[in-house]
T-cell receptor, first 115, second 113 residues
Framework: GAGVSQTPSNKVTEKGKYVELRCDPI?????LYWYRQSLGQGPEFLIY????????DSGLPNDRFFAVRPEGSVSTLKIQRTERGDSAVYLC?????????????FGPGTRLTVL | AQSVTQLDSHVSVSEGTPVLLRCNYS??????LFWYVQHPNKGLQLLLK??????LVKGINGFEAEFKKSETSFHLTKPSAHMSDAAEYFC???????????FGKGTTLSVSS
């Protein structure tokens, strides 16, 4: 079956611009997570959705970052007034409540470059 | 609070020799522990997971890890390295379903012929 997909795979933008990153989770997975991976680091948590609602957004670095999941499936991560420090790979993961432990399935990521 | 420490940022081995990637964790509860692998320009792939069942966990591609509560360790091993094992490896802790995964900084495994 299809895994987690993310679009675009690469995004280059200029400082101050607005960007949207999309995530399509595995069908039927109710939980969806966003992480950010900077060069040479492990992924860091941004936000977690259970269904349509954001259950934990404690990882969002500031109010320029926002994410939605209006129908409980696809999610969009939105970044306003981008800064060079936002450059990173943005990873999306999904999981099923029926999955033992907390195994999360990751997409290939979107590489964001802010010039 | 949870945390993960990967004790080596870079490990180099020769093909056919054993691999040991070290990981220590800190958790207030009984954690779930994972090892993920990331090949260059590829997504994160789960190697194995520990979820309070058997302490010796076998994963894909011949990897295994042992959960040692007394040492708060979850080291990853493989008896014989293959060139295709060269990648970035992440040790990960999670306390319960529906919470964020906490990643270590990663260990780069290099395999020479």
């Amino acid at each position: 079956g299809a895994g987690v997909s993310q679009t675009p795979s690469n995004k280059v933008t200029e400082k101050g611009k607005y960007v949207e990153l999309r995530c399509d989770p595995i069908s039927g997975h109710t939980a969806l997570y966003w992480y950010r991976q900077s060069l040479g680091q492990g992924p860091e948590f941004l936000i977690y959705f259970q269904g349509t609602g954001a259950a934990d957004d404690s990882g969002l670095p500031n109010d320029r970052f926002f994410a939605v999941r209006p129908e409980g499936s696809v999610s969009t991560l939105k970044i306003q007034r981008t800064e060079r420090g936002d450059s990173a790979v943005y990873l999306c993961a999904s999981s099923s409540s029926r999955q033992p432990g907390n195994e999360q399935f990751f997409g290939p990521g979107t590489r964001l470059t802010v010039l | 609070a949870q945390s993960v420490t990967q004790l080596d940022s870079h490990v180099s081995v020769s093909e056919g020799t054993p691999v040991l990637l070290r990981c220590n964790y800190s958790s207030s509860y009984s954690p779930s522990l994972f090892w993920y692998v990331q090949h260059p320009n590829k997504g994160l792939q789960l190697l194995l997971k520990y979820t309070s069942a058997a302490t010796l966990v076998k994963g894909i591609n011949g990897f295994e890890a042992e959960f040692k509560k007394s040492e708060t360790s979850f080291h990853l091993t493989k008896p014989s390295a293959h060139m295709s094992d060269a990648a970035e490896y992440f040790c990960v802790v999670s306390e319960e379903a529906g919470t964020a995964l906490i990643f270590g900084k990663g260990t780069t495994l290099s395999v020479s012929s």
